[in-house]
C-alpha cells in the first residue's frame, strides 16, 4: 500500500511529504521510503499565517480563508508527489496546527486547518486528515504522535534510547522494549525563529546553520529567568505549542531580566535553552542512546551543546535507522494512514496518556468509491524503514 504523509509543523515554514511503500511479513511493517520533498509555503501565505498565530486576534474570516489558502498549497505538494512519486493509494494530511488547547495540564482541543478536500479534489485520492482529536477524546494529549513509530522503529534497542525531535517545540519519546513515554520537553527552534523572524536578522526566518547564536554569547541571567517556566515542572505526559512559547513570551523574560541584550546574544540564550531542558530529560531518562530528527538537528550549535551536555550518551540521527532526520513525521503521518486504513489504532497510550488506543482521522473519499484494506486483527510489532 503507497501511502503520501504530509505535514507542516510549528514552524510554520512548509510543507514536508514522504511517499511510504508499507508491505506486511508476519509481525513486521516494511516500508520503503520513495519520493520526500519540503515545499516552502509561499512568503505571503506565511506570513498572513503567523499573524493569525495566537495570541494575536483573529477573525472567523480569518480562519475560513487560511483554511483554503492552505489545503490549496497542500494539495498541490500532493499533486507534486504524485506526479513524481508514482500512483497513491492513501494521502494522509495532518494539516497546520493554528491552536492547541491546554488547560490543567490536559489537552481540551486541537486545531488543524488546511481542508482535505481540496487534495482529494485536485488529486482523486482519498485523503485522511484531523489525526490528533480522537486521541484527545479518550483522554490524551494527541501529541507526539510520533511516538509510535518511534517505539516500533526503535523497541529493540538495548538498554533502551531517547527519539528527539527539533521542530518548533522539542518532544521526546522515550522507548524501552514495549514501553514507551513520549511528551514535549518545550521550545527546540520556536522563540529562536520568533526573534529571527522580528528582527529581521536574516531572510530566512530561521537561524541557518546556528551562525548567528554561534556568534553571541550566553547571558546566565536571562536563562535563569527562562527557566522558571512551570511548564518544565509538570509531569508526561504533556504537551505544549506556540500558545505558550511566542515572541511576546521572549519579550515578557526579557523585561523581568531587566536585559537590554545584543540580537546575537539573545539567540544564543535562547539556542541554549534548548540545549539545557532537552538535555536535563535526557539525563533524567537514562537512556544511552539519543536518535534526533527535525530542523533543530541541522544547527550545529545545538547538536554541539547535546554531545557536550550528554558525554555518556550516543548521540545519532534517525537517517542511521532509515527515518532521513528531515523526512521523518511525513513519514510518522504515513504510517498512521497505513494503520488506520487496516483499522489498526495509531497511538501509543503512554506516549499521549490517552486511556487507550484509537484509530486516528476522519476520511475524505477520492475521485472513485472508498475502498479499504481487509481489516487486520493485530498490529505489527515492528517497523523497518529503507529508501
Not at 141 to 158: I, N
Not at 181 to 208: C, K, Q
Not at 258 to 284: N, Q, S
Amino acid at each position: 500500500m503507497r501511502v503520501l504523509g504530509m505535514i507542516s509543523g510549528t514552524s510554520h515554514d512548509g510543507i514536508d511529504t514522504a511517499v511510504v511503500d508499507f508491505s506486511l511479513a508476519g509481525d513486521v511493517l516494511e516500508g520503503r521510503v520513495g519520493f520526500t520533498a519540503s515545499t516552502p509555503y509561499p512568503a505571503e501565505l506565511r506570513s498572513r499565517l503567523v499573524a493569525a498565530l495566537p495570541p494575536a486576534p483573529t477573525t472567523l474570516a480569518q480562519v475560513c480563508e487560511l483554511d483554503t489558502l492552505i489545503g490549496q498549497s497542500f494539495a498541490a505538494a500532493a499533486a507534486d508527489a504524485l506526479e513524481r512519486g508514482g500512483p497513491l493509494d492513501l494521502i494522509v494530511s495532518h494539516g497546520q496546527t493554528v491552536y492547541h488547547w491546554v488547560e490543567g495540564a490536559h489537552a481540551r482541543g486541537t486545531l488543524q486547518i488546511g481542508q482535505p478536500a481540496w487534495i482529494a479534489e485536485r488529486t482523486g485520492v482519498p485523503v485522511l486528515s484531523d489525526v490528533r482529536i480522537r486521541d484527545i477524546t479518550a483522554g490524551g494529549h494527541g501529541a507526539p504522535l510520533v511516538s509510535l513509530l518511534d517505539g516500533m522503529l526503535l523497541g529493540g534497542r538495548e538498554g533502551g534510547a531517547g527519539v528527539l525531535n527539533l521542530g518548533g517545540i522539542a518532544n521526546m519519546t522515550v522507548v524501552r522494549g514495549q514501553e514507551l513515554l513520549a511528551y514535549d520537553i518545550g521550545p527546540a527552534n520556536a522563540l529562536i525563529d520568533a526573534v529571527v523572524t522580528s528582527r529581521g536578522l536574516n531572510g530566512r526566518g530561521f537561524d541557518e546553520g546556528g551562525t548567528i547564536a554561534a556568534s553571541g554569547r550566553v547571558s546566565e541571567r536571562l536563562l535563569e529567568v527562562l527557566l522558571e517556566e512551570p511548564y518544565y515542572r509538570l509531569a508526561a505526559p504533556k504537551s505544549t505549542g506556540k500558545e505558550l512559547f511566542h515572541l511576546g513570551y521572549v519579550d515578557s523574560a526579557l523585561a523581568r531580566s531587566g536585559l537590554d541584550l545584543a540580537d546575537a546574544d539573545l539567540v544564543a540564550t535562547l539556542t541554549e535553552l534548548t540545549v539545557r531542558t532537552v538535555a536535563a530529560d535526557v539525563l533524567a531518562a537514562g537512556v544511552g542512546t539519543l536518535v534526533v530528527s527535525g530542523g533543530g538537528c541541522r544547527n550545529p550549535v545545538i547538536m554541539r551543546g547535546l554531545r557536550e551536555a550528554l558525554p555518556g550518551v550516543e548521540v545519532a540521527l534517525s537517517d542511521d535507522y532509515g527515518a532521513p532526520a528531515d523526512d521523518k513525521e511525513a513519514i510518522a503521518f504515513a504510517l498512521i494512514g497505513w494503520l488506520s486504513a487496516h483499522g489498526l489504532p495509531g497511538t501509543a497510550p503512554g506516549g499521549t496518556g490517552a486511556r487507550a488506543a484509537r484509530v486516528l482521522g476522519a476520511l475524505t473519499p477520492g475521485a472513485g468509491p472508498l475502498v479499504l484494506p481487509a481489516p487486520l486483527a493485530t498490529p505489527p510489532r515492528t517497523l523497518v524503514l529503507t529508501r
